[in-house]
T-cell receptor, first 107, second 115 residues
Framework: KNEVEQSPQNLTAQEGEFITINCSYS?????LHWLQQHPGGGIVSLFM???GKKKHGRLIATINIQEKHSSLHITASHPRDSAVYIC?????????FGTGTSLTVIP | KAGVTQTPRYLIKTRGQQVTLSCSPI?????VSWYQQTPGQGLQFLFE???????NKGNFPGRFSGRQFSNSRSEMNVSTLELGDSALYLC??????????????FGEGSRLTVL
């Protein structure tokens, strides 16, 4: 049973393109995290959301609690954005994780 | 401000042995959580500690245990190692005390190989 569904699994974009990664979840949550993982393992937390929308530089994250859906947008994508992006809803006493979206941005 | 420090970074063990991994959180952070990452299962939540108390636990067998010390440093232990325990073990710290948690700051991880 997959509590979290992310799409797409893989994404290749040209530099400058607008990118959207989607996350749907089936559990009740108190917050949702978007994580970034570069090759080599290091994970960085990009956003923590419990409602609405947050923006940080070229990154925008939105969440619709009623529809149990969140999106991560990258505007003006750059090769340094190439990484795996992971959606992580937190519900009750558990963290759930999507399988990740592997993004490659080509110069 | 120093980040989250995990030691050791790499280790190799054989089946049946046990292993202890250490995590030093960012100064002032009292919440530490642990995760396992494998190519097959992805990221999975192990447990979370706050002020020396285990607050939450993921769906892992009792061979996986942890603790947190009064200085907020945390250790996790895996006993009777199995081949399937080979993974990257990550810890994260947070300054939040709330149920929803707060922003997570991850360490670089400890990569365990079980032979």
């Amino acid at each position: 049973k997959n509590e979290v569904e992310q799409s797409p699994q893989n994404l290749t974009a040209q530099e400058g393109e607008f990118i959207t990664i989607n996350c749907s979840y089936s559990v009740g949550i108190s917050a949702l995290h978007w994580l970034q993982q570069h090759p080599g393992g290091g994970i960085v937390s990009l956003f923590m959301l419990s409602s609405g929308k947050k923006k940080h530089g070229r990154l925008i994250a939105t969440i619709n609690i009623q529809e149990k859906h969140s999106s991560l947008h990258i505007t003006a994508s750059h090769p340094r954005d190439s990484a795996v992006y992971i959606c992580a809803p937190r519900g009750g006493n558990q963290f759930y994780f999507g399988t990740g979206t592997s993004l490659t941005v080509i110069p | 401000k120093a980040g989250v420090t995990q030691t050791p970074r790499y280790l190799i063990k054989t089946r049946g042995q046990q292993v202890t991994l250490s995590c030093s959180p960012i100064s002032g952070h009292r919440s530490v959580s642990w995760y396992q990452q494998t190519p097959g299962q992805g990221l999975q939540f192990l447990f979370e500690y706050f002020s020396e108390t285990q607050r939450n636990k993921g769906n892992f067998p009792g061979r996986f245990s942890g603790r947190q010390f009064s200085n907020s440093r945390s250790e996790m232990n895996v006993s009777t190692l199995e081949l399937g325990d080979s993974a990257l073990y990550l810890c994260a710290s947070s300054s939040s005390t709330g149920i929803g948690g707060g922003e997570l700051f991850f360490g670089e991880g400890s990569r365990l190989t079980v032979l």
